[in-house]
């Protein structure tokens, strides 16, 4: 199993810049990708991207395509979702996931941004 615990959340008005990490601790050799989801409030939770633990590609969704990024450090066993040129619509909180055999979920932590 692993453990997943995000950071970098925080209050920013639209159009700055926000840079989340989710370090991962535990048995990162059986990780096949790392994804980043989100939840705003009274909504369900949103796919955001993942990248492939062993690989380069990464995929995001259309809604933040242009703006965000997702990289990771595997020395550091750490992914990153770099955001970008902020909305309001971003506001939500954000989680990590780790797909193992089964999924795995971090604590989350909160974005929101003002108008």
């Known amino acids: 199993q692993v453990q997943l615990v995000e950071s970098g959340g925080g209050w920013v008005q639209a159009g700055g810049s926000l840079r989340l990490s989710c370090i991962i601790t535990g048995r990162t050799d059986s990780i096949t990708a790392m994804g980043w989801f989100r939840q705003a409030p009274g909504k369900e939770q949103e796919f955001v991207g993942r990248i492939i633990w062993n690989g380069d590609n990464v995929y995001l969704v259309d809604s933040v395509k242009g703006r965000f990024t997702i990289s990771r450090d595997n020395a550091q066993n750490t992914v990153h979702l770099q955001m970008n040129m902020l909305k309001p619509d971003d506001t939500a909180v954000y989680y990590c996931?780790?797909?193992?055999?089964?999924?795995?979920w971090g604590q989350g932590t909160q974005v929101t941004v003002s108008s």
């Open positions: 996931n780790a797909r193992l055999v089964v999924d795995y």
